[in-house]
């Protein structure tokens, strides 16, 4: 395999040892470079050396391997990795630095102006405004030049270049600065916060109030001076109210939240008002008010507010009502006769928190209040003369004693009234019976 020569044991080769002896019958294989094996069938790994240094990498391939290297080395001699890259080959030191070489690294020595870890920076020397008195800075290469302004020198231009000469400087001497413009030429220049009508011969305070700056009432006041200068110009003192530089800015009392439970504020000029949500009052809306304090609920009934209970509502209140009314404010009466409690035709009276039956003929109200029980038309005995009593439904019937008569048994009939006794007798009547007397003859009779 793998471009391997093949001998039979009847040939003989000078590729194939000569002490090796080949079997009857049978081959042998003559690999090239980079296979082994009987038939030649293994790829030999060239990388199981570990010939790469200095952790690199190696790709191995027919015969040969590659080596990737880490960094900071280069691959020399090749297939080793063995040697350290210098890392100031590429010049990386700008500005005619110096580079210096180090493991995996290098430093730059800058030349003089420069800065930066590869001496890239100039920096700029005219930052710090080394030139003074309104020159002009131009940065070098480690250096800067100044150009002065008319009537300096120096370096920095620190120096003042022909003053004005005593005799020629007529400015203000207190107020006023003489500035030197050119040869035989000065300018007066009156001190911050003064002013001229000549040309800086004679300098005055400047009036700032007079044109009135501050506004809404306030007071201007003038700053105080020095002959060099006036420390401030002007100032505005604000009323109650007002801010800003002119006083030109209406203070927000609201700005602090000052109205209570939810309430809304309106800001005013150094004021401000709160309109209360319902149920709320006073300046800053803070106090719930009463709302059981005109007593709403009626007829003794109890108002109870959210200052007694939370869940009630800020503009709101509760009547808890006595027994027999019912509302919002207890106003209405119940009509307990409303459910007809009282039976059989009775009539009901609706009084407070009750009521009172008045039965109909034949009913007793029992129980109280309905009416319901009829009547034992006998229990007050209208039978008279031991007559026996038959209650019926709203009635009665009396069945009378022997003798007696009528719907009580009240009447006791006359038995003479029909002339019973003859023959001139006088007649008595008695119960259910009469007496003859017989005068003429002497005798009497009694029937029974």
């Known amino acids: 395999m793998n471009g391997a020569s093949c001998f039979e044991s009847t040939k003989l080769s000078k590729e194939v040892n000569q002490n090796q002896a080949i079997a009857p019958n049978t081959y042998a294989c003559v690999c090239v470079a980079g296979y082994t094996g009987f038939n030649c069938e293994t790829d030999i790994d060239e990388c199981a050396s570990t010939p790469c240094l200095h952790g690199a990498t190696c790709t191995q391939g027919v015969y040969s391997y590659t080596c990737t290297c880490a960094a900071g080395y280069a691959d020399v001699p090749v297939g080793t990795c063995y040697s350290e890259l210098d890392e100031c080959s590429s010049a990386p ?9 180090h493991t995996f690294a290098y430093t730059c020595i800058c030349s003089d102006g420069y800065s930066g870890y590869n001496c890239e920076v100039n920096p700029d020397e005219c930052d710090s405004s080394p030139c003074m008195n309104g020159s002009t800075c131009t940065d070098m290469i480690d250096a800067f030049e100044c150009t002065c302004g008319a009537g300096w020198s120096g370096g920095e231009c620190e120096l003042e270049v022909d003053p004005c000469p005593s005799g020629t400087n007529d400015c203000d001497g207190l107020r006023a600065s003489c500035i030197f413009v050119g040869a035989g030429k000065h300018e007066c220049v009156c001190h911050p916060g003064y002013e001229t009508d000549d040309g800086g011969k004679t300098c005055t305070t400047i009036q700032e109030c ?12 003038d700053g105080p001076c020095t002959y060099a200068a006036c420390l401030f110009q002007w100032s505005c003192v604000c009323v109650d109210g007002w801010a800003g530089t002119t006083c030109e800015i209406d ?3 609201c700005a602090s939240y000052p109205c209570a439970n939810g309430s809304t504020c309106v800001d005013g ?5 709160c309109v209360c949500g319902a149920g709320y009052t006073g300046f800053n809306c803070e106090a719930d008010i009463d709302e059981c304090e005109s007593t709403p609920c009626m007829n003794g009934s109890t108002c109870s507010g959210s200052k007694d209970v939370a869940t009630i509502m800020a503009d709101r209140y509760v009547c808890t009502c006595v027994a027999g009314y019912s509302g919002d404010t207890c106003e209405t009466d119940l009509d307990e006769c409303a459910s007809s409690p009282c039976l059989h035709g009775a009539s009901c009276t609706q009084g407070w ?3 009172t039956c008045t039965c109909a003929a034949g009913y007793s109200d029992v129980p109280v209040g309905t009416c319901l029980s009829e009547l034992d038309e006998c229990s007050s005995a209208p039978c008279l003369n031991s007559g026996s009593c038959f209650d019926h439904t709203f009635a009665y019937s009396c069945i009378c004693a022997d003798g007696y008569s009528g719907y009580n048994c009240e009447v006791n ?3 003479c009234e029909s002339s019973p006794c003859m023959n001139g007798s006088t007649c008595t009547d008695m119960i259910d019976a009469l007496m003859h007397v017989r005068r003429r003859m002497g005798w009497r009779r009694v029937r029974a």
């Open 413 to 415: 009939p006359d038995e």
């Open 93 to 101: 030191c700008l500005n005619s630095g110096t580079c210096f070489d």
């Open 353 to 355: 928190n009750s009521y």
């Open 269 to 273: 000029v150094f004021s401000y008002a």
């Open 210 to 221: 007079a044109s009135s700056p501050c506004m809404n009432g306030s007071t201007c006041v």
């Open 251 to 253: 203070l927000d009392e």
